[in-house]
Each structure stands twice: as structure tokens, then as C-alpha cells.
């Protein structure tokens, strides 16, 4: 890993209040859940120097809401754990949110999936060890290992290969410069869930 995990590296201006009433945190709590199961989402304190990992994200009439920071290693989460990102300027790396808590030090990588492609309605990030070792056999999309998370080289680095039509069809790709790093991305949330879940599943049985 390059650098320490969980450290937010945009210019953030977050506002705390409640979330908006037409919230619905359904799908995003159920394939968080999921996630947290195969501990593609956690906490542990033998990994990146305990912080939590993973974030889930879909996208809202504005912007997108999106799983808290450092929220990976609770059991479940409730309306106090998601923060609403109403605005991210990716050329000066600046997130304008607001919500209970502040948004995932991702938000940046999930806003350019969304960006980028109009039909994508929800963004899966985990850590997964054994997707990530496998990406290449697994034929994925890896950005480049000198593009750190949370950054605009990443973002860049996402743009560039989510313009490849292989990879859209594919949807996913893996973090080179990210440890086990894998985004999923789907039209619902269905969608990048079993895109997910497959992946694990490919994965494992090349171990």
C-alpha cells in the first residue's frame, strides 16, 4: 500500500444535518450487509493499520449518497452512517456534502464512475485480497499503481479506462495503487452486486 488507508485527500466542505427525506437506504444497507459478510468491507487491526475499508455509493437526482468514512468495520449501518455528496469539482479535487457524517474518503472515484457514465445507478468499493491478486488471470481493468485512492490521478486514472468499451461491458476494475482495491459498478444495485459476487467466486477458485 502507498500511503495510509482511510485519510481523506480532497478539499471537503461538509455541512451536518440529517439526511434528505427521499433517502432510501434499503439496497445500499442490504449489499453493505453482503459485503461485511465475505469481509469485503471491514475493519481488522492486522490490515491498513486498522482503518476500516470498503464503501457502497448510488446515485440521487443530485449527486449521490454514499456509506461514511471509516464506517466499514460496524456490523450494519443506520441513517446516521450515510452522507449525501451534493457537489465534487474533480479538477480542483473539492466534495461538497452533507448528511450525519462525512462522506467516504472515496467519494472522489465513486463521482467520477458517475460522471462519466449516466446509466450507473450504484458503485461498490471493497478489498479483496483474492480478486486483487487475481485481477490480470481474471482478465480486469488494473489503473495504474502510481495513481494513489482518494486522489484525481485516480479519478484520471478511472476516466481512462472506463472509456474502453471492454471495461464497461465488464463493469469493474481494479485499484493497481489501491491494495485489494475493486470497484463494482452496475444500472442497480443488483446489478454491481453480482458482478461482485461473481468476482469473488472466480477469484477463490483460482486460489
Known amino acids: 500500500m502507498t500511503s ?26 442490504y449489499w453493505f450487509r453482503r459485503c461485511r459478510e465475505l469481509e469485503l468491507i471491514g475493519q481488522h487491526p492486522g490490515r491498513y493499520q486498522g482503518a476500516a475499508y470498503g464503501n457502497i455509493s448510488q446515485r440521487a437526482a443530485q449527486g449521490f449518497l454514499i456509506t461514511g468514512s471509516q464506517t466499514g468495520g460496524l456490523q450494519a449501518l443506520q441513517a446516521e452512517h450515510f452522507a449525501w455528496v451534493q457537489q465534487v469539482d474533480l479538477d480542483h479535487n473539492s466534495v461538497i456534502s452533507s448528511g450525519p457524517i462525512a462522506p467516504s474518503s472515496e467519494s472522489m472515484t465513486h463521482a467520477q464512475v458517475y460522471a462519466l457514465l449516466p446509466q450507473v445507478r450504484f458503485v461498490i468499493h471493497v478489498h479483496s485480497r483474492e480478486i486483487w491478486q487475481q485481477a490480470a488471470r481474471l482478465g480486469m481493468a488494473i489503473t495504474d499503481p502510481a495513481a494513489e485512492y482518494g486522489t484525481p490521478q485516480m479519478a484520471a486514472e478511472v476516466q481512462r479506462l472506463l472509456l474502453k468499451p471492454q471495461v464497461l461491458a465488464a463493469a469493474c476494475l481494479s485499484m493497481g495503487g489501491h491494495e485489494d482495491g475493486i470497484i463494482t459498478f452496475g444500472e442497480n444495485a443488483a446489478q ?10 472466480s477469484a477463490t477458485a483460482l486460489d
Open 4 to 29: 495510509q488507508e482511510g485519510v481523506i485527500k480532497f478539499s471537503q466542505q461538509h455541512s451536518t444535518a440529517p439526511l434528505p427525506d427521499w433517502a432510501d437506504l434499503a439496497d445500499l444497507q
Open 192 to 201: 454491481a452486486g453480482e458482478t461482485l459476487l461473481q468476482l469473488y467466486r
